[in-house]
């Protein structure tokens, strides 16, 4: 039964981006504000079909820590879910840092395009990080709010990867806060097993971490305290047999 509904879940999101990704094409000389509204309907949408058709419903901690300002938000990355629920969720249009190759995917990458999202080469090295401080500071005076993932890829439940500083690095650049995130997206809806799990997805959002006056190094460690003691607290029993952080 699990299997047959995570068909019928990848069937609805098969037919219905294609649609949607014609009309991000359509609504391109409009207004951004108008665009990133229509646009992420589509991911509003899948977590929808994610909740009717396959059981994965979603609850928020922590969302007073919000502020009404432009943040950096740098959250744990297990899953598709935290992407498509970052996009329509947070209260300032989101823009993800992702590798550049993407916009050429069609139809799923026309309407990542249309966003002004912060696509990088991550062939030029070191220019690539330059890239992120500059378009990311570009967008945050915009009044957006940059999503990094500090881990670089989807990390299974209960391990942690190496957490990178390029979130950091940008946030001491623009001196902004940081919102860590943490939440358990991959236990419903894993990196690589086809099938998905219906269960309660939790998003919880640490309070602000400051760079002013400190290093990138500084900052995330804060950052990775935060994220990863969060972990122990949604799923305890990932971690008996982990050191603590």
Known sequence: MLFL???????FQAVTVVPYAIGCVLVIPLPFTWRYRYT?????????????LVGIKYETKGVHH????????????????????????????ACFVYKKELNYIPFFGWGLASLRNIAI???????AMQQVMEIGTQRLAEGRAPVLFPEGTRIPPGQ?????LGGTRLAVHANTP??????????????KP???????VTISFGPPIEPAGRTPDEVMADVRTWIEGEMRVLNPERYHDVESV
């Open 5 to 11: 509904r995570s068909v019928l879940f990848l069937l």
């Open 40 to 52: 992420v309907g589509w991911p509003r949408m899948v977590l929808w079909a994610a909740k009717i």
């Open 66 to 93: 919000i502020p009404d300002a432009p943040v950096i938000y740098l959250s744990k990355h297990q899953s598709t879910y935290e992407t498509m629920f970052f996009a329509w969720f947070l209260p300032r249009p």
């Open 121 to 127: 080469d991550r062939k030029k090295g070191k220019n």
């Open 160 to 164: 942690a990867g190496t957490y990178k």
């Open 178 to 191: 940081i919102i860590p995130v943490a939440h358990n997206a991959g236990e419903c809806w894993p990196k």
């Open 194 to 200: 086809f099938v998905k799990k219906p269960g309660l």
